[in-house]
């Protein structure tokens, strides 16, 4: 049980902190689950325990902070519950290095009213061999409840990984800016194969913590990027019109990886930041500073 809880709060850490839907690989994501899948079919007691708490899906894996959210989640037909055994259903979320047990509910809605990374998980038990109010709300934890169900013989049946959901407030302000770009000489030529292009800030960045500034080298007939790096100046080997563009993003980002030399366009970043407004806080300067490059002539 602790290993799939820690594989849990893994994959719910990285998400958060990117605030990506994609961020886990296939491979994690398969781990996951297969993990998943034996623990939640253990049985604990006797050999003959037929609970099972059976998995469940977020109806929504992302969502923004609102008056009266409702997370919920949907069974996937996989939970078994004998007679004189009843299934109730928690909300934890995440807090440090566990996962908090907020609500109880008959059936898998809850209310929330903060952002944060939440799950909704199942529980099969008799409710002759203990009562919920073991459970101290806000304060008991999976790892408290683990213990205990490990610590007796009772027959229960609980999904420790749960139906995950994170929850952000699109309406606080991203602070990133990437500021603008000038040009330390617009038309530079290349001689002996090579051209250099370089720019300044205008001193105009803002990069919070946790945040990279990157800049991108692109092909302006195109609009495709060429190239990144660390400082915005860059080496050409053909006449043509290029730009220098300033990108702030948060630091370790996976999205920043799915930039493809040559074949992905600025826009395209553009338009994949702004589609995730709120869970995506990233900034680039999308005139950035243009050079016209052409061949020195002797």
């Known amino acids: 049980m602790k290993t799939v809880l820690r594989l849990f709060m893994l994959s719910v850490i990285i998400s958060f902190s990117s605030c990506q839907k994609d961020e886990i690989t296939v491979e994690e994501e398969k781990s996951i689950k297969d993990t998943q899948e034996s623990v939640v079919s253990e049985r604990r007691g006797a050999s003959t325990c037929d609970a099972v708490a059976g998995t469940l899906t977020a109806d929504t894996s992302l969502t923004c902070l609102d008056d009266g959210l409702i997370l919920s989640a949907s069974s996937n037909g996989d939970e078994n519950v004998p007679g004189g055994f009843e299934i109730v259903y928690g909300?934890?979320?995440v807090e440090g290095s566990d996962l908090v047990i907020d609500q109880f509910n008959d059936s898998p809605d809850f209310v929330v009213d903060e952002s944060g990374s939440y799950a909704i998980h199942s529980l099969v038990y008799n409710p002759s061999d203990f009562s919920l109010s073991i459970v101290v709300l806000g304060t008991t934890t999976v790892s408290d409840v683990e213990a205990f169900f490990n610590a007796v013989a009772f027959c229960?049946?609980?999904d420790p990984v749960g139906a995950q959901t994170i929850v952000v407030d699109c309406a606080q302000p991203c602070g990133?800016?990437?500021?603008?770009l000038t040009a330390d000489d617009?038309?530079?030529c290349i001689e002996g194969g090579l051209g250099e292009i370089s720019a300044t800030s205008?001193?105009?960045t803002i990069v919070p913590d946790g945040y990279s500034l990157i800049y991108g080298l692109v092909d302006v007939s195109t609009g495709i990027v060429l190239d990144m790096n660390a400082t915005p100046d860059f080496s050409v080997t053909e006449p043509g019109t290029y730009s220098i563009h300033g990108f702030v993003y948060?630091?370790?980002s996976k999205y920043i990886t799915y930039i493809q030399?040559?074949?992905t366009r600025v826009k395209i970043v553009l338009g994949y930041i702004e589609s995730h407004p709120g869970t995506i806080c990233a900034s680039i300067d999308l005139d950035g500073a243009?050079?016209?490059v052409t061949s020195c002539i002797d």
């Open 186 to 188: 617009a038309n530079p």
């Open 261 to 263: 030399y040559g074949v």
């Open 250 to 252: 948060r630091t370790g």
């Open 156 to 158: 229960t049946s609980f």
């Open 91 to 93: 909300l934890t979320r």
């Open 202 to 204: 205008d001193g105009n």
């Open 176 to 180: 990133a800016f990437a500021g603008t």
């Open 290 to 292: 243009t050079f016209n």
